[in-house]
């Protein structure tokens, strides 16, 4: 679909599968877009109405030259819904996706099914290590960061063996509005969500990468001991696990789903 004005603001949408089928909603990470999610579409599209947006920040969404939070990215999500007239949707989100998935399930559980947080942390980090990444990309641009996060982000095999995928993300990175990666970072700096969702109350599947070092194990079962009931699952991938091993992500997500 095209770009929706939601609040005044445009948001890249894209939806895949049967009108009629229940909602996922996806989310991206810091630092890419709606498109990181493809190698999943096929299959998820068939059981389910697969709603992705590029979040604020990112690719052709909203890109304001100021601090976010993640109560508004969440926000976001909740107005998504509401323009598409969507009152409860699962929810998938990746590394910042999985924090604003956090929020939502905190804030706003009623419009969420079932959750999946994937290699993401309710804490993430000192401050000075976001403010000095706000510095570097206001001051430099993406360019610079892009191969320091394609090392975090696949194991060192993965870039040796899938050259297409990596570089796909590469674009990504490099063409995400610097102001809108400042934005997020921001966002991500001041988060504290480690106490909030000890409330959660919907199911919950935590995925986490053996070989993440962005948001480490201990992180996503941080998150996993802190929500009542909340399952993991462990893959052999880094940050991205999604596209690191994505049959393996797409069948637990799956299998979770229509549990």
């Known amino acids: 679909m095209p770009i929706e004005t939601i609040g005044g603001e445009p948001f890249n949408i894209q939806i895949d599968g049967p009108a009629d089928a229940p909602v996922l909603l996806l989310s991206n990470s810091l630092g890419t877009n709606l498109t ?25 969404s909203t890109a304001p030259d100021r601090a976010y939070s993640i109560a508004e990215l969440g926000a976001d999500a909740i107005a998504i819904l509401d323009h598409l007239g969507v009152e409860t949707a699962h929810w998938c989100g990746l590394s910042k996706g999985g924090m604003v998935g956090q929020w939502l399930a905190t804030h706003a559980r009623k419009r969420l099914g079932r959750v999946v947080l994937a290699n993401t942390g309710a804490l993430m980090g000192p401050p000075e290590l976001w403010n000095g990444r706000i510095r570097n990309v206001r001051e430099n641009g993406m360019a610079g960061l892009v191969q320091p996060t394609l090392e975090r982000w696949f194991s060192p095999a993965f870039r040796e063996r ?21 934005g997020c970072c921001a966002a991500i700096r001041d988060m504290d969500q480690r106490e909030a969702i000890r409330s959660v109350a919907n199911p919950v599947l935590v995925i986490i990468g053996k070989l993440d070092p962005a948001t480490p194990p201990a992180a996503g079962h941080l998150i996993a001991s802190a929500i009542p009931g ?14 690191e091993q994505p049959e393996a992500f797409t069948g637990v997500v799956l299998d979770f789903l229509t549990a």
């Open 36 to 60: 990181m999610w493809d190698p999943q579409i096929p299959a998820w599209s068939r059981r389910f109405r697969v709603l992705r947006y590029d979040s604020r920040g990112h690719g052709q």
């Open 162 to 182: 899938d050259a297409a995928t990596v570089a796909k993300v590469s674009a990504m990175l490099a063409t995400t509005p610097p102001q809108g990666y400042a």
């Open 230 to 243: 909340a399952r993991t699952v462990e893959l052999d991938a880094a940050h991205l696990s999604n596209l």
